[in-house]
């Protein structure tokens, strides 16, 4: 088992920053993806942005240019940098850690983001 601990989130403007951390215990393997994902009311939830143990990143076109992941291996912590925030980033913010093997996926309690214009 791995057990996500996330913080950060809150209410922003438009424009403004919010940074979003998340640690990791329990079970960690050495192969493994860290994530972030959201879900808008009503929608289905979507990745952010990922990052593998070896610092393969990817992110969904929508936050591209200004979101930034990043993590500590030895930490086993995953963060956000989320910059020039619209209200359509207005979600709750799940932490996402997937063993690669056996295949598992672990999720974090969920953090709000709100963005107002």
């Known amino acids: 088992q791995v057990q996500l601990r996330e913080s950060g989130g809150g209410s922003v403007q438009a424009g403004e920053s919010l940074e979003l951390s998340c640690g990791a215990s329990?079970?960690?393997?050495?192969?493994?993806?860290m994530g972030w994902y959201r879900q808008a009311p009503g929608k289905q939830r979507e990745l952010v942005a990922s990052?593998?143990?070896?610092?393969?990143?990817g992110y969904a076109d929508s936050v591209k240019g200004r979101f930034t992941i990043s993590r500590d291996n030895a930490k086993n912590t995953v963060c956000l940098q989320m910059n020039s925030l619209k209200p359509e980033d207005t979600a709750v913010y799940y932490c996402?850690?997937?063993?690669?093997?056996?295949?598992?996926?672990?999720w974090g309690q969920g953090t709000q983001v709100t963005v107002s214009v």
């Open positions: 996402n850690y997937r063993r690669l093997w056996p295949r598992s996926d672990y």
């Open positions: 990052i593998t143990s070896g610092g393969i990143i």
């Open positions: 329990g079970s960690i393997s050495s192969m493994n993806i």
